[in-house]
DNA sequence: CTTGCCCTTCCAGTCACTGGAAGCTTAAAT
DNA sequence: ATTTAAGCTTCCAGTGACTGGAAGGGCAAG
């Protein structure tokens, strides 16, 4: 199948299919004889593994290592495990950092008025470098 | 002051304040009669406003707003509230995205058993779309 | 035979920097 | 006085993960 019906089944965009094999994240495609890539259901069925992994969040290049591990049919789990467990980790971070932030903002747009008078609370606290005490 | 005693009162490297200028998020500093930039007190306190801005996740051009709006003593609060507000239901959206994403995350790995065994449900619930569920 | 869609490659832009090269000035140490 | 080191200047390139667009070729239907 052409890249357009490989696009529609996986999910990703042709240009996101052409951009992860341009990067070496999947192998070249065949190539039918007038020069179209030509895709295998095996093929959508990595692209669409790789769709997945990246909306989980997991980098290209944790997608990279997940995909050859998934194709190795002697990994070990843990290997895997091992990945998940740190991208998992970098997500807790990132919630922990985010609300944070959100104590921070919503602080100070509740202590804000929000009318015409030029006094405002949200400029101040910047001003002051209020989310120092985060 | 030159750029590099800016950067260090400011908290933001030489670097980024001369991105800053070129952008045009912050005017261009005054020039010695060297060639170097010039820096004020003033300059470095809005310096200071920019990366507190920043440090709160406010885009590069949401700080360009702030700034005026700081440098605006007519503004109305409301004005800054609303970018604010704005940013912040953009911050729970991220939160709120990031939680899905552990769950998911957290409950594949405490699926996998992460041992020398092939077989793990981290990849197969990649393969099979677990995150389509959130 | 032409319309219109699909495919190809390549280049540029996004966001917010960061790194590095090449070439100044300035200050300190010898 | 000289050398070295640091700091400044500009400009170009790279990051991550795409996305948009231009220029050109292929292919089926009307």
Known sequence: MNIGEAARRSGLSAKTIRY???TGLIAP???AENGYRDYSD????KLRFVRHARGL????DECSQLLSLYQDKTRQSADVKAIAEKHLSDVEDK???LEELRN??????T???GDTRPDCPIL?????GVEEKA
């Open 104 to 109: 921070t903002l919503s602080h100070l747009v």
């Open 20 to 22: 992860y094999e341009d």
């Open 95 to 97: 919630i922990r950092e």
């Open 124 to 128: 101040e606290g910047i001003a002051e």
């Open 29 to 31: 495609a065949a190539r």
């Open 57 to 60: 969040g997991f980098s290209v």
């Open 42 to 45: 095996t093929d959508v069925h």
């Open 111 to 113: 202590c804000c008025h």
